[in-house]
């Protein structure tokens, strides 16, 4: 579940905190399991819901990252992606804004649709799929320059 909560959050020492928040939830709402689906499932759903609840508390939506000239590019090395490490590609997710780690998360490992992230967020549609679509973008490029100084130090 720490895992889980890295994702969501910007350091070690905040997941920690979410972590911790999510397993006293998980304490307090055991009763409430009623064994229909995973055990790990439930306590993953309540970690993720202590991550919404602990990016709301700390703020509301920060202020779009600038983001000059955008220009996406393919890989020419298919397997170069592959040679980044789960620590390297954890470290650009928890790079990104919390709004931007969020959403990006949300859709993409939780499955969620904008509309559902933007009622559980409190924001538009429309700026859940633009943060989303900014938040590729800056991966993009964290992973474009990744892949260019591992190419230099070959």
Not at 39 to 61: P, Y
Not at 123 to 136: C, V
Request: charged letters at 25%.
């Amino acid at each position: 579940m720490l895992g889980v909560c890295m994702r969501y959050s910007k350091n070690r020492e905040e997941a920690e905190e979410i972590l911790q928040e999510g397993f006293l939830q998980v304490f307090r709402s055991l009763h409430s399991f009623k064994q229909a689906g995973s055990f790990e499932g439930w306590i993953r759903k309540i970690m993720v819901n202590c991550a919404i609840k602990h990016f709301r508390s700390r703020s509301k939506l920060n202020p779009v990252i600038n983001i000059e000239s955008v220009v996406e590019r393919q890989c020419d090395d298919d397997d170069a992606l592959g040679s980044l490490s789960k620590k390297e590609l954890l470290q650009m997710v928890q790079s990104l804004s919390p709004a931007y780690r969020m959403i990006f998360n949300l859709y993409v490992f939780e499955g969620m649709k904008h509309r559902e992230i933007a009622e559980q967020l409190g924001i538009s549609e429309g700026t859940s799929k633009s943060n989303f679509f900014d938040a590729k973008i800056i991966l993009q490029r964290a992973v474009t320059h990744s892949m260019k100084i591992a190419k230099q130090n070959i």
